[in-house]
T-cell receptor, first 112, second 111 residues
Framework: ETGVTQSPTHLIKTRGQQVTLRCSSQ?????VSWYQQALGQGPQFIFQ???????GRGNFPPRFSGLQFPNYSSELNVNALELDDSALYLC???????????FGSGTRLTVV | DAKTTQPNSMESNEEEPVHLPCNHS???????IHWYRQLPSQGPEYVIH???SNVNNRMASLAIAEDRKSSTLILHRATLRDAAVYYC????????????FGSGTQLTVLP
C-alpha cells in the first residue's frame, strides 16, 4: 500500500509568481485535503476535494485553488505569491467519511 | 469547532511511560477525540482516536475521562523516535470535515 506522495519536496519562487504543487493519494482513498503549515505552528486547513469538487474551504483567499483528478490525485495552485505564503504545504488523503487521514511529507515553499 | 488545550512542551526519559494531557471542556456528544503526531520534517501521522471508552493500539493508548472533558495519550515506553509534536483534535462523528490543529505538545525524549 503506497502512502501519499507530494512533489516537489522543495521549491523557491519569487513574489508575484504562480506555483503548482502536486499530490498522489494513498491507494483506495477518494478524498484529498490540503493544509498550510507555517514555521512553529500547526497545519491550517486550506480546502478539501471529493469527487473532483471542492467540498470544504478554510480561511484562504481565492488565489489558492485546487483540482482533483479522476485518479484522485490533486493539485494546489497559488497565484500572485506573497512572502507570507512561505510554508510547508501538506496533502492528506482519506476515504470519504473514514476516521483517519494519511499525510504526505509536504512541499516546502519559499517565496523570496 | 470545540477547542482543545495542551501543554506547549513535555519531557520524558527513554524507556519510561509518557502521559500527554488534553483538555476539551466544550466537547460535544458527537465529537471523537483524535491524536496525531508530527515527527521532524514529516507530515502528521495518525496515532489513535476514541469516543468514550479507552482505546489501545500498537502505537499508544487513549484514556478518556468519564465526563469526556479531558483525555490522555499514553506512550507506554518512550523511545527517541517518539520525539514529535503531538496534536489532540476533536472531530464530529461521521463527518468528512477537516482536522483543526492547535499548537500541540512538543515531546522531548531524553536518552
Amino acid at each position: 500500500e503506497t502512502g501519499v506522495t507530494q512533489s516537489p519536496t522543495h521549491l523557491i519562487k519569487t513574489r508575484g509568481q504562480q506555483v503548482t504543487l502536486r499530490c498522489s493519494s494513498q491507494s483506495g482513498h477518494n478524498t484529498v485535503s490540503w493544509y498550510q503549515q507555517a514555521l512553529g505552528q500547526g497545519p491550517q486547513f486550506i480546502f478539501q476535494y471529493y469527487r473532483e469538487e471542492e467540498n470544504g474551504r478554510g480561511n484562504f483567499p481565492p488565489r489558492f485553488s485546487g483540482l482533483q483528478f479522476p485518479n484522485y490525485s490533486s493539485e494546489l495552485n497559488v497565484n500572485a505569491l506573497e512572502l507570507d505564503d512561505s510554508a510547508l504545504y501538506l496533502c492528506a488523503s482519506s476515504f470519504w467519511g473514514s476516521s483517519g487521514y494519511t499525510f504526505g511529507s509536504g512541499t516546502r515553499l519559499t517565496v523570496v | 469547532d470545540a477547542k482543545t488545550t495542551q501543554p506547549n512542551s513535555m519531557e520524558s526519559n527513554e524507556e519510561e511511560p509518557v502521559h500527554l494531557p488534553c483538555n476539551h471542556s466544550t466537547i460535544s456528544g458527537t465529537d471523537y477525540i483524535h491524536w496525531y503526531r508530527q515527527l521532524p520534517s514529516q507530515g502528521p501521522e495518525y496515532v489513535i482516536h476514541g469516543l468514550t471508552s479507552n482505546v489501545n493500539n500498537r502505537m499508544a493508548s487513549l484514556a478518556i475521562a468519564e465526563d469526556r472533558k479531558s483525555s490522555t495519550l499514553i506512550l507506554h515506553r518512550a523511545t527517541l523516535r517518539d520525539a514529535a509534536v503531538y496534536y489532540c483534535i476533536l472531530r464530529p462523528s461521521g463527518s468528512a470535515r477537516q482536522l483543526t490543529f492547535g499548537s500541540g505538545t512538543q515531546l522531548t525524549v531524553l536518552p
